[in-house]
T-cell receptor
């Protein structure tokens, strides 16, 4: 089944404790992206990657890191999480080279930073 | 300022009734516009996709319209069902590049029996 997977789905952590949220897609998509979703604000892009070893900042990159060493994986790293990073996070991927470039979203990771 | 504004923020309708959601955008240049449905606790799923030259697109009971001149889109839900209860998000592609997506905050639809 074609899909985007994220792990963990739920995470409660404390301020300053480094964490990684994994994202993997099995559709051979070049483009991958991370978003956070907060009430009333909609989805906001954190980082995106147009191919292996190519990453760029989105609208709200502060406090986050990403890497793209393989095409299928795009982990999101929080080196020193803070309470304002409590949010619902989505990973998405899409095929490049098409005007439709529909993004397929993962199931989400709900992160709480205490 | 958000480049994609949706209205209303939320609405409640009775099962079997119709409703229309609105999306206004300022993204320029425009590439395409999608409506996504997001069930509670799940990732968004695409309902319709429209490019500049398309002004209407249907997907079952969902019909989206686009007026590129006025930069407005609407999503019409016909004969609503309980399973239509979800958040509906308008997403516009364009601006600095075709892969830059601008998201509306969504309209939460609640369908009651």
């Amino acid at each position: 089944e074609a899909q985007v997977t994220q792990n963990p789905r739920y995470l409660i952590t404390v301020t300053g404790k480094k964490l990684t949220v994994t994202c993997s897609q099995n559709m051979n998509h070049e483009y991958m992206s991370w978003y956070r979703q907060d009430p009333g604000l909609g989805l906001r892009q954190i980082y995106y990657s147009m191919n292996v070893e190519v990453t760029d900042k989105g609208d709200v990159p502060e406090g986050y890191k990403v890497s793209r060493k393989e095409k299928r994986n795009f982990p999101l790293i929080l080196e020193s999480p803070s309470p304002n990073q409590t949010s619902l996070y989505f990973c998405a991927s899409s095929l490049m080279g098409t005007i439709y470039n529909e993004q397929f979203f993962g199931p989400g990771t709900r992160l709480t930073v205490l | 300022k958000n480049q994609v504004e949706q209205s209303p923020q939320s609405l409640i309708i009775l099962e079997g009734k119709n409703c229309t959601l609105q999306c206004n955008y300022t993204v320029s240049p425009f590439s395409n516009l999608r409506w996504y449905k997001q069930d509670t606790g799940r990732g968004p799923v695409s309902l319709t996709i429209m490019t500049f030259s398309e002004n209407t697109k249907s997907n079952g009971r969902y019909t989206a319209t686009l007026d590129a001149d006025t930069k407005q889109s609407s999503l019409h839900i016909t004969a609503s069902q309980l399973s239509d209860s979800a958040s509906y998000i308008c997403v516009v592609s364009g601006g600095s590049n075709d892969y830059k997506l601008s998201f509306g905050a969504g309209t939460t639809v609640t369908v009651r029996a």
